[in-house]
């Protein structure tokens, strides 16, 4: 990756120099955080692409087109909360469900509602 990883700088450099402000300006914006781009190539199992960020988004974003957003800052909030929820909890294959009802339950009674965190309760496989 050393060749590949000092063509690239020396390509975005040339980039820097171009004289298409656009260009400039992404080009110097990606060398200041250069590093950052080869950190699927420092540390095992982090992924070179975006591509889990942006299947984690496509949910919401057609939520947001078939419903015409929200109306309000409080719906805007409910909506970001519940779809954060709904994705934690699914990729941790728990019960979304019976997550929400046992936060709800919680709420009424005063209590600490379940936790997000990985490996508490509620999954849908045995």
């Known amino acids: 990756m050393r060749p590949l990883k000092r063509r690239f700088e020396a390509g975005l450099q040339l980039g820097t120099q171009c004289g298409e402000p656009k260009t400039v300006k992404t080009c110097a914006n990606l060398l200041k955080h250069f590093e950052a781009l080869w950190t699927f190539v420092r540390i095992p199992g982090v992924e070179p692409t975006n591509n889990a960020a942006e299947q984690a988004m496509r949910h919401p974003v057609i939520i947001r087109k078939i419903s015409y957003g929200t109306h309000s800052e409080a ?50 496989s045995p």
């Open 75 to 124: 719906g805007s909030r409910f909506i970001e909360r519940i779809l954060s929820v709904h994705a934690t909890l699914r990729r941790q294959d728990r019960n979304i469900v019976a997550f929400l009802r046992d936060a709800c339950e919680a709420r009424l009674h005063g209590r600490i509602g379940p936790s997000l965190l990985p490996g508490q309760g509620y999954h849908t």
